[in-house]
């Protein structure tokens, strides 16, 4: 009964009244448990919407020690195409539950998957009450200059620094995350017609340049803004041909420079809104990340 009433719960605030009301906390947790494992290895749209059910429900109840805590989510590749996977708080994606899904009559199957059976569910369920991550996102450009690469490395070094150390639970509710995109220059890339740097201004490109340029900001900020339920931000950092040429130890801080600032544009934005927010906080946790960050870097 309990379980059933946890499948028809249609909103996160009923399925938490239904947990409130179990009579002993840990037997659900078991319970959902088994649940959890039964359904790992889903094989249709049923199974799947049951599952992301479960870990909605475990989101409220506890993982318990035992259990590393996932989350279920259903999005789109760039084709179009749909897929599901279970990730854990630092976006490891779960192995094995990464599926893709074609469409057939009302319904969704997985690509070449044994069970074509027309359950007649016509959307995915994904995750609402998803695991608290990292709010400080970092993502590249796929094409970059060459002598970038070191730092390119550290960025990735860095990003998952911060998956792994932020202390998002303290930070508050009221704000998701901000995408901070790093765009580089890459004059010599191997394709011609993709060669093009970066300038701030237009008084920085050389008299008699030719080759392909684009003035852009040194920082380009966004709006904040609402995607599935989380309030995020979005900021472009765009890095020209002579910072990707300085040694590693000046990127790194020029970086650690450009975070706090993005941190401050935040804090200003947030303060706009009157959302309560703890940035003070995430600020703190973010200098002692970077801390280690430039001191690893400085000592290879």
Known sequence: MMLN???ESETIEQ???????????????EL????YHRLFHYANIKQWNELVRVCEALAVAGWGASMTPVEAVAD???NGSYYTELRTRTFEQIKDCCKGWSKQQGSFV????NDNTDYGIAAFASQRNLLPKNPLRLVRSGNYQLSAQPFIDSLSELRRALDEHMRQELYGASFSYIGIHCHFSHHDDAERTLQYEYFHEQNDVPD?????YYIRPKFAVGKLASRKGELKLEVTRHFTRAEGELPLSEQQQLFRADMLVIVDLLEEKLLKKKLSYRVD??????IDILEKWTTKGNAT
């Not at 959902?32 to 649940?35: A, P, R, S």
């Not at 997985?110 to 998957?113: K, N």
């Not at 906080?281 to 973010?286: G, I, K, V, W």
């Open 110 to 113: 997985i690509h070449e998957g």
């Open 208 to 212: 008699g340049f030719e080759q392909g």
């Open 15 to 29: 399925l938490s009244e239904v947990i409130q009301t179990a009579p002993v906390k840990d037997e659900l947790r």
């Open 5 to 7: 009433s946890i499948y």
């Open 32 to 35: 959902l448990i088994t649940e």
């Open 281 to 286: 906080l995430l600020r703190q946790d973010l």
């Open 76 to 78: 789109k590749w760039i």
